[in-house]
């Protein structure tokens, strides 16, 4: 029996314990759906930038906007003041542009303006410049621990798996390939943005239809097979990850799972949207498979 003094010595802040018990009880894996972010969920690192933003030609503020760390402490953030403390922490400054939408529009808008403006400024930019995706070096593709046996077990037994990235989904299946894992798998199912390339691997174009940390909620999931299943699991690590499918199913049929990453400012915004959150880089998946996979159930505290 897994108790939570066992799952807190996995480095683990939070349990709904409530939450779990009662899921567990009712708990068939066999109509249950899986939903992960990839690049900091299921990977700790396999390529530098999500485009080649090293090689941009716009004016320094737009370079500082189009940061991916400042797009991580957005992502991460729910008020101006939570953004502003994390940016501190990482040794960031809110630039000009971004203080005049301050001025103009509530933190969530400001969010989803600031997202998409991102990725499609991104995509375009691989596009202009003929990217090819050889660019991206994924030789240190690095699986966090238990993450890759966890999806190779699903898929033994069946079960849906979704990976629902707002990266580059090119890359994510030839990332997925790599690891072993069948593409063809009819229980496999990757949504990220993809690119268009020539027969020489070049991006020529790419899917307009583009996904965002705060847009994943908007993805057609009846065509992943969501529609005849009674669970969800659904794991993450920004605050976006935390409402994937959650408009699909009661939330007492749902778990969220959170990864911190090491990231302190994350500790206080996780645990009031995930039900498990997990705070370091390399904490592991083992905990998940062990309670939901192998039929450990009645979380007690001792």
């Keep these: 029996m897994m108790t939570l003094d066992a799952l807190s010595q996995k480095?683990?802040?939070?349990?709904?314990?409530?939450?779990?018990?009662?899921?567990?009880?009712?708990?068939?894996?066999?109509?249950?759906?899986?939903?992960?972010?990839?690049?900091?969920?299921?990977?700790?690192?396999?390529?530098?930038?999500?485009?080649?933003i090293d090689h941009c030609d716009?004016?320094?503020?737009?370079?500082?906007?189009?940061?991916?760390?400042?797009?991580?402490?957005?992502?991460?953030?729910?008020?101006?003041?939570?953004?502003?403390?994390?940016?501190?922490?990482?040794?960031?400054?809110?630039?000009?542009?971004?203080?005049?939408?301050?001025?103009?529009?509530?933190?969530?808008?400001?969010?989803?303006?600031?997202?998409?403006?991102?990725w499609d400024f991104t995509m375009k930019k691989a596009v202009e410049r003929s990217v090819p995706m050889a660019t991206f070096d994924l030789t240190d593709l690095s699986w966090r621990p238990w993450a890759k046996k966890l999806i190779q077990d699903l898929l033994e037994r069946k079960v849906q798996v979704l990976i629902i990235s707002s990266g580059i989904g090119n890359l994510i299946r030839y990332a997925i390939q790599a690891s072993g894992f069948d593409l063809d798998h009819p229980c496999l199912h990757i949504k990220s943005n993809d690119f268009i390339t020539d027969k020489n691997g070049f991006c020529s174009d790419y899917d307009p239809d583009l996904i965002t940390p705060f847009t994943k909620m908007h993805v057609d999931y009846h065509k992943y097979g969501i529609s005849d299943k009674k669970f969800a699991i659904q794991a993450g690590d920004s605050l976006g990850d935390a409402h994937m499918v959650t408009e699909h199913f009661e939330p007492s049929t749902l778990i969220n799972i959170g990864f911190t990453n090491g990231k302190e400012y994350k500790n206080n915004t996780f645990p009031d949207v995930f039900d498990v959150v997990f705070t370091q880089k390399d904490s592991s998946f083992d905990a998940v498979a062990e309670v939901f996979l192998h039929n450990t159930t009645n979380l007690e505290k001792k």
């Design 11 to 52: 480095d683990i802040i939070t349990v709904n314990a409530d939450k779990l018990n009662s899921f567990l009880s009712t708990f068939s894996l066999d109509e249950s759906v899986w939903v992960f972010d990839f690049d900091g969920t299921l990977i700790h690192k396999w390529f530098n930038s999500f485009a080649p």
């Design 58 to 118: 716009l004016d320094s503020e737009w370079v500082l906007v189009a940061m991916k760390q400042y797009m991580i402490c957005i992502e991460n953030s729910r008020s101006y003041e939570e953004l502003e403390s994390s940016l501190i922490s990482e040794d960031l400054i809110l630039p000009q542009a971004a203080l005049r939408m301050k001025e103009q529009l509530d933190f969530e808008s400001f969010k989803n303006k600031q997202m998409n403006h991102w």
